[in-house]
């Protein structure tokens, strides 16, 4: 196997053993970029000289492995765009909390970024200003998204281990589809500070990886207090590779009966049966739990979603970062900046965000949202009185065809019926790959525990990853 191909556990391995360098790393990955990279598209604004030369020399960064970040976290020096046209030339004068805590366990952060749908809106990667990402396993297919280019890159060994953020289900949907482990933290377990904000409340920034050791690895790395998130958590970070113990007897899981009903594709459906019987057979006991509002989870989503994305994305207005149109009027430099810098995806939820905000319409849509809100976290607590995790398909399908749901907003927010409940009640949720459709597209399984119990998820991941050998397939490129 090349270096590119192996997980970042296995490369720190061979580090401290000094039989492999940093260096000799980064040529693989450069190698295997110039290859796949014209195919896949996980990466953006790669002409840009300084960041591809980047890839072979950024001295000071070589003490360690490379990460590849999405674009929407702010990398100090490095183009931070969020794939949209408004913040053209962005270099951000920081890092992120989560950049410096990898700068300070060693990483060396790679200079090219990956794609993601413009500010995280979307669930396939087409709505990013570069471009679609193609899926690793089918060129004709969308690797998910928001975060499509992290999951792709990964998956296509174009990346040893790779950040997203997930708002929606934007790290553990794309994880799916390209058949790799993502996972979307508590809320408040790792800072959002530095990464551009879709919806505050919501956003959560998260490893996509190999396997479900460099997983746990990652969370580790980037969870902690930060004093700069008024909503980061003050709670010790345990050793999450600990809860790597192969152990799984007696394990309590729920089946939700509400992730279980049609518009859940029957090949995926099997393929989760299956994975659950496989649970079983590992010790797990499971039974069908109720999560009943989660019917209103996608409409209650896209209420306060759109409504603290159109809040977060006044800021860009030509005047301090990115692209500005040409004016000498400053009311219309605004104007002429918003409505040529930003996608049609970005300007729907614009509209629909100050729509459920505006006087006479709050307290239909935006405050009964919040309740709503409330009850979906409350049916979770419920459910976790008695079980450890909850089990359920990440996706309904497997990856759809590039086009397929472009035209149909409706379409596309449905892909993320089974991921949006878990932000929206703010607790922890990995996808973990679990078979291929007949065509030979990944499934994931969704796993989902108490608020601060990622350990809880690696757990039950790891054993059945360690029982499976999904993880270990590699698409053809
Ligand atoms: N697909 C969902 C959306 O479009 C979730 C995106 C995300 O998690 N960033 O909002």
């Not at 909390?97 to 366990?105: A, D, H, M, P, Y």
Request: charged share 20%.
């Amino acid at each position: 196997m090349e270096l590119n191909q192996l997980t970042a556990h296995e490369l720190l391995e061979k580090l401290k053993a000094r039989q492999t360098t940093p260096k000799a790393i980064l040529d693989s990955l450069h190698a295997r970029i110039q290859k796949v990279e014209p195919k896949v598209k996980a990466y953006v604004r790669l002409d840009e000289p300084s960041l591809s030369k980047g890839i072979k020399i950024r001295k000071e960064e070589l003490g360690g492995l490379p990460i590849t970040i999405k674009d929407n976290i702010c990398t100090e020096g490095l183009p931070t765009e969020c794939c949209s046209k408004i913040l053209q030339g962005f270099r951000p004068p920081y890092d992120a909390t989560v950049i410096n805590k990898l700068k300070e366990s060693g990483a060396a952060i790679f200079p090219l970024k990956a794609n993601m749908d413009e500010f995280a809106f979307g669930s396939s990667c087409e709505n990013s200003y570069f471009g679609p990402t193609h899926n690793p396993w089918n060129l004709d297919c969308v690797p998910g998204g928001s975060s499509g280019g992290s999951a792709a890159a990964v998956a296509s060994d174009e990346a040893i281990w790779a950040l997203g953020s997930d708002t929606g289900g934007s790290i553990r949907q794309p994880a799916s589809f390209c058949g790799v482990v993502g996972l979307k933290p508590t809320y408040g377990r790792v800072s959002r500070f530095g990464l551009i904000a879709f919806a505050s409340s919501l956003d959560q920034i998260g490893p996509i990886t190999k396997d479900v050791r460099d997983a746990a690895i990652l969370t580790g790395i980037i969870s902690g207090y930060d004093p700069l998130d008024s909503t980061s958590v003050n709670q010790g970070v345990p050793d999450y590779t600990k809860s790597l113990s192969g152990d799984i007897k007696g394990l309590k899981i729920g089946i939700p009966k509400e992730y279980f009903v049609a518009g859940l594709d029957a090949e995926v459906k099997i393929i989760i049966e299956e994975a659950v019987n496989k649970l079983k057979n590992l010790g797990a006991v499971t039974n069908q739990v109720s999560l009943p509002h989660t019917e209103y989870a996608v409409p209650v989503y896209y209420i306060i979603a759109t409504a603290e994305a159109s809040s977060n994305l006044a800021r860009f207005d030509g005047v301090q970062y990115g692209y500005r149109a040409q004016s000498d009027n400053l009311i219309q430099m605004y104007k002429l900046t918003r409505a040529q810098g930003f996608g049609r995806e970005a300007k729907r939820r614009i509209r629909l965000g100050t729509f459920v905000l505006s006087h006479g319409y709050y307290d239909a849509y935006y405050l009964l949202a919040l309740k709503v809100r409330t009850l979906i976290k409350q049916d979770f607590d419920k459910v976790f009185r008695d079980f450890d995790c909850i089990v359920a398909p990440t996706s309904p399908t497997s990856a759809f065809k590039i086009g397929e749901r472009a035209q149909d907003p409706l379409k596309m927010y449905l892909s993320d019926i089974y991921t949006i409940s878990v932000n929206l009640a703010g607790i922890p949720a990995i996808s973990v790959p679990c078979g291929f459709t007949k065509k030979g597209l990944p499934v994931g399984l969704q796993i989902m525990a108490r608020p601060f119990n990622e350990e809880m998820l690696f757990r039950a991941a790891h054993t059945f990853e360690q029982n499976t050998d999904w993880h270990k397939l590699k698409p053809r490129l």
